[in-house]
């Protein structure tokens, strides 16, 4: 068994600034509601020929030059996403061409905002299994170009960035514990579909675009997340005292505020990144933990736990330590 930490850390957002201004322009909304409701100030629509694949591979760039050292030997690429640049061929196969990577293996994860949690635990574990030395995690996302602009219950909230992370092996243990979880049965409260019109018997809009039951995730992500969080933290005998940082999945500064509520976890230690990127998905997590990197509020020895959920309903979390 070997142990794994990150060794790396980069991200990148894209440069159309959409602020709340402009989404008062097309639906009957407000600032003060959008703020009051979501936290969100400002997020980042990609340009029209800009992919995610395109968004994935500005933040490789940008990780590798914090990095410092040749990229050519990562072994395998896993993006987490739901906006695929298309089904076929996958975003992990085109970043690895568009990176020149030659000995790699490329790979997509479709776990929505819980993306990047499953591609942490899948890092860790392929090095831990040591059939891998160096692994590419990215979180990226073009989430206004599936949003429904018409529809002002969501498209004020979603945003579009990539964030990525180095995964190797280390001498010291950096990763502590995990979990993983799925409730199929909410898969019609947060879906995208143009093929089904019904998920778990209920009737769903398949236009291609986002679709969210806001109130029911709301409901369902503030009532299971802190509780698989105690559980992860129970899986590495440590208590939410031991944790520096806490980086759930930022769908809504609200949501973040409850889930550190009912830990009795300070909010100065919650990392997010809802407030100048609005809802970005899979990349909200190594969005936030850069920001919290590059500000110098994460210092080597920090503790933290990283907590992904969403559309699914699926969830997946790891508890480790900052070792950069
Ligand atoms: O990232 C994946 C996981 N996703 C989540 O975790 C998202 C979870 N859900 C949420 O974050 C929140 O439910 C939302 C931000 C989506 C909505 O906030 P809410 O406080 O739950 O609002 P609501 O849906 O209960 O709607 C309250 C009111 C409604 O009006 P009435 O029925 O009270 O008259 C809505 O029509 O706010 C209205 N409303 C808006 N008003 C102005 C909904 N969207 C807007 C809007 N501007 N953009």
């Known amino acids: 068994m070997s142990y794994a930490r990150i060794t790396a850390i980069g991200s990148y957002a894209p440069e159309r600034l959409a602020d709340n201004a402009y989404f008062e322009s097309i639906v009957e909304t407000s600032d003060e509601w959008i703020q009051s409701r979501t936290g969100i100030k400002k997020r980042y629509f990609s340009a029209e020929n800009e992919y995610t694949s395109d968004l994935c591979v ?33 975003i992990a196969t085109q970043v690895q061409f568009k990176l020149g990577l030659e000995n790699t293996g490329a790979l997509d994860v479709n776990a929505a905002c819980a993306g990047f949690g499953y591609g942490m635990v899948l890092a860790q574990g ?3 299994a040591g059939s891998h030395k160096k692994i590419l995690v990215i979180g990226g996302e073009t989430l206004s170009k599936v949003t429904d602009y018409s529809d002002r219950t969501t498209c004020v909230l979603f945003g579009d960035a990539a964030g990525a992370v180095l995964i190797e092996p280390s001498d010291t243990q950096c990763f502590f514990s995990n979990i993983t979880g ?13 093929k089904h019109d019904c998920i778990n018997g209920e009737t ?18 503030v009532t299971t997340m ?4 105690r559980e992860m933290l129970a899986k590495a005998n440590m208590d939410i005292k031991d944790i520096d940082w806490l980086i759930p999945h930022s769908a809504n500064m609200r949501i973040l505020e409850v889930i550190a509520n009912n830990l009795e976890f300070p909010m100065e230690r919650v990392l997010e990144s809802i407030v100048n990127f609005g809802n970005t998905s899979s990349a909200t997590i190594p969005m936030a933990l850069h920001q919290g990197v590059k500000n110098g509020q994460v210092k080597k020895g920090d ?22």
């Open 126 to 128: 392929l090095i831990a």
């Open 226 to 229: 802190p509780v698989k969080i």
């Open 182 to 194: 799925a409730e199929g049965s909410g898969g019609q409260d947060l879906y995208m579909t143009s």
């Open 58 to 90: 500005a933040a490789a760039k940008n990780l590798a030059e914090g990095y410092g050292k040749d990229l050519s030997d990562v072994d395998m690429i896993l993006v987490a996403s739901v906006t695929p640049d298309q089904i076929m061929p996958s």
């Open 303 to 324: 503790k933290m736990v990283l907590m992904g959920f969403g559309g699914g309903l699926a969830y997946a979390g790891v508890v480790l330590q900052w070792d950069l």
């Open 204 to 221: 769903v809009n398949a236009n291609g675009m986002i679709h969210q039951n806001g109130r029911r995730v709301f409901k369902w992500a």
